[in-house]
């Protein structure tokens, strides 16, 4: 069994092209779950938003690319309203419902077959990530190498001995894009979280009456937070569309969303990189379950009658889940929560 | 106690002194004045007063039976409830369409029955929250900290200043969730001092307070008043009401059954009554 194999695989992804999806939506949630309190249970929505106002705009209204990530993020921050406006004012739990609502509204009205001339119905839409890869400065055809760092045909290798990792030219080009934006992003946060506006959000999720008592207008607030957070999830959209180069209905479910919840948990809520740890941790772990026990089917180490590679799949999300429940218990703050004010909840 | 304080008193007391005591008496300088205020849910009718004016730099007390519509009162007027009809000014302003922040902002800032700290955050946070109108909160200003720093310095000197008085100076770093509930109290009472406020409304200021802790609390409540604030606080002990009031209102079954000192008020019998339920058995006959 090929262990060197496995454990390159896995971290391959924990810094890669969809794991910086994950923590881009994470990110969001973050402002709006962590520090503000808001129940957004429609992150998929907000990404489908930013990944389909692109595709869109681009496959079947001709417009050029940066129309689209324009076009994209004003439908994440329309979105955001029409969701804050009649809920932000009433208890949390409301808001809670009508974006896991939206959210599937969302994603019917995508897979429709009404206008699947326009939105390609449930097979989705291709062919608007050209302009963006046509940006990439990463050559498909370079060849060149520096110490541990080599690259041949457009495709970089790490290799550090133990472990290496690979990524083509398509997949530096989106990491490059992500990474910046996620650094851009924490840096905006950062700032924004550690000012007196930070605090008032804070003091929001903590008691919204009380923080109304001393002449906040709480509703403005929650609506500046959900809007960004919104903002932060089309960005997650774009990302996710690009490097897959395809938008596809069925990919926004509420799984999507309670995947961005479970990297926030696992990372540590209203901690700033507890999103981007826990989106590296997450997809690490999955991959390392999901290649682990590939390998190990393939090279016999377990047999066919106990386990054969169809059922692999399943079982990582049970595995996973299981994981799950088991850091709820054990270590409810996650990566880098702080333990001590999570219990203060407790009396 | 300095003379300035003697005079704040007796000036509170002097200027109520010789009023009539019945429900919705005029007073000669009222910061708040509030006309038919109501409010029913569906059926029941929970608050309808007819007038009450609160005098300006007293301590008034809103008493009255369980279920007397004293909580509810109170948070129309500071705007956590809307009334079904009725209209109020205070210092000045129409208050009735104002939200619960703007009420705030123009002055009167409440505390709740239930001591709402902000758990998960420090003292200090607690505190620097409420100082009003920071540049720092506004979304995009967040963004530069050169913006509103020396604003945030001086909030926090404020604050500094009010946590000696309230004795919570060695608790600013820690968190408000690992203060005792007494503790709290305090904590709710500086916060609500950062605004500022011209009128404090205190709601059961005394609930589930120690006894030790209750003394304290009632120096801290005239103390505002010496500091020209007004003070309207919704109260079951008659001792302490007896203790700390300039004047007393008393609701019964949503309305405004009669005012006056304190004095008056402990002898008045139809105090006693909605207190011991005969006024419910005269209403039944």
Known sequence: ?347 | MSADQQTGISAARAALAGMAAEPGVAKPDPILTATGVRRAFGGLVAVDVEHLEVQRGSITALIGPNGAGKTTYFNLLTGFDRPSSGEWNFNGRKANRMRSYQVAQAGMVRTFQLTKALTRMSVMDNMLIGASSQLGERMWAGLFPPLWKRQEAANREKALVLLERFKLIDKREHYAGELSGGQRKLLEMARALMLDPKMVMLDEPMAGVNPALKQSLLEHIKGLREEGMTVLFVEHDMDMVHEIADWVAVMAAGQLITEGTPDQISADPRVIDAYLGAHHDAAQR
């Open chain 1, 1 to 347: 069994m090929d262990w060197q194999f496995v454990f390159s695989q896995a971290l391959t992804q924990a810094i890669g092209p969809t794991m910086l999806v994950y923590a881009l939506g994470a990110i969001g949630l973050n402002l709006q779950f962590g520090y503000t309190g808001l129940l957004n249970f429609g992150q998929a929505a907000f990404a489908a938003m930013g990944a389909y106002g692109l595709a869109l705009a681009v496959v079947s209204f001709g417009l050029p690319f940066w129309w689209g990530i324009a076009i994209g993020l004003v439908a994440a921050v329309v979105m955001a309203l029409l969701l804050g406006i009649p809920t932000l004012r009433l208890r949390a739990d409301y808001l809670a419902i009508v974006t896991i609502a939206a959210a599937e509204i969302v994603r019917r009205l995508a897979r429709a077959t009404v206008w699947s001339d326009t939105t390609g119905g449930s097979d989705g839409m291709r062919g608007f990530s050209e302009p963006f890869f046509a940006m990439n400065p990463w050559p498909e055809e370079g060849n060149w190498s520096f110490l541990f760092i080599s690259m041949e045909h457009g495709r970089l290798t790490v290799d550090l001995g133990i472990v290496d990792f690979q990524y083509s030219n398509r997949d530096l080009w989106i990491m490059t894009v992500g990474w910046g934006l996620i650094a851009v992003i924490l840096v905006v946060m950062g700032l924004l979280v550690h000012s007196p506006w930070g605090r008032v959000l804070k003091g929001i999720r903590e008691d919204e009456e009380a923080v109304r008592s001393l002449g906040k207008n709480v509703f403005a607030y929650k609506m500046q937070a959900l809007v960004f957070g919104g903002i932060i999830g089309a960005i997650a959209g774009f990302v996710f569309a690009l490097s897959r180069a395809n938008v596809q209905p069925d990919t926004f479910t509420t799984d999507f969303t309670f995947y961005f919840y479970v990297v926030l948990i696992l990372g540590g809520a209203a901690r700033l990189f507890g999103p981007v740890l826990g989106a590296a941790l997450f997809w690490f772990l999955y991959n390392l379950i999901a290649q682990g026990l590939n390998q190990a089917i393939r090279s016999d180490v377990i047999p066919p009658s106990v386990l054969d590679a169809t059922q692999v799949g399943p079982l990582v999300f049970f595995l996973l889940g299981l994981g799950m429940v088991l850091l709820l218990i054990f270590r409810p703050q996650g990566l880098i929560g702080n333990r001590k004010e999570l219990m203060l909840d407790v009396r």
